[in-house]
């Protein structure tokens, strides 16, 4: 998944975007202006989830986020900040922010908040992805099939959760490199071939059937093996 942090402050900025990719499921990129990022949302720069700071240069967050859900983008946004007060955390909620976290916050929080925000923007309210016989478990990243346990580093698991979210449909590979890159990386459609021969090898690792399959010509699709 891809996100945004949109925080003006560096020190901020850069402990959000660790703590972010600390977890396996995202990639960050970072802006510190209003405008700046109003521009790249309304580029068409697909983020799974936006982290907006209210007071920015360029443009209030408040309104980066009024224009982006006047745009008729769902994505889910957390908006933090050091406005603490109901007033304020009222109006953050009626402009269209999904959920509300007041600084300082607790890392361990925010990161639970991001899960949680992703969960039900994707529509999929369990914390445990299954697709036949394979478990992706969000909350501790780890991967089983028919309870075997399957060792995947990073990029491997964010593809595979990725497509875990959305079980039986095709996900093209240009979707692919849009949603598990940052902004900052050269994007080459054969590094996604391999990623997923390289999850197929270990899904399969047992004898087990194909979960994860390419549909030719248009992408990937993960989905039961059918029939015997
Ligand atoms: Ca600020």
Redesign the pocket.
């Given at each position: 998944m891809r996100a945004l942090i949109v925080?003006?402050?560096p020190r901020i900025a850069r402990n959000l975007k660790r703590a972010l990719e600390t977890l396996p499921t995202f990639a960050a990129d970072v802006l510190g202006d209003g405008m700046e990022a109003w521009e790249r949302l309304r580029s068409g720069e697909p983020y799974d989830l936006l982290l907006l700071?209210?007071?920015?240069p360029g443009m209030d967050g408040l309104e980066v986020l009024e224009r982006l859900r006047e745009s008729g983008s769902h994505a889910p946004v957390l908006v933090l900040t050091a406005l603490g007060t109901k007033e304020e955390i009222i109006r953050g909620l009626d402009y269209g922010c999904d959920d509300y976290l007041v600084k300082p916050y607790d890392t361990g929080e925010l990161l639970a908040r991001c899960k949680a925000l992703l969960r039900r923007s994707r529509e999929h309210p369990a914390p445990v992805l299954r697709v036949g016989s394979l478990c992706v478990d969000t909350r501790t990243h780890e991967v089983t099939r028919d309870g075997r346990a399957v060792e995947l580093p990073a990029l491997e698991y964010r593809l595979l959760e990725y497509l875990a979210y959305r079980p039986g449909a095709v996900v093209g590979r240009a979707e692919l490199l849009e949603h598990l890159y940052d902004y900052n990386w050269e994007k080459f459609s054969n590094v996604i071939e391999h990623y997923v021969w390289s999850i197929r090898t270990k899904l399969e690792a047992a004898g087990e059937g194909r979960l994860l399959n390419t549909v030719r010509g248009m992408g990937y699709r993960l989905s039961e093996e059918l029939g015997p």
């Open positions: 925080e003006d402050e700071d209210r007071m920015l």
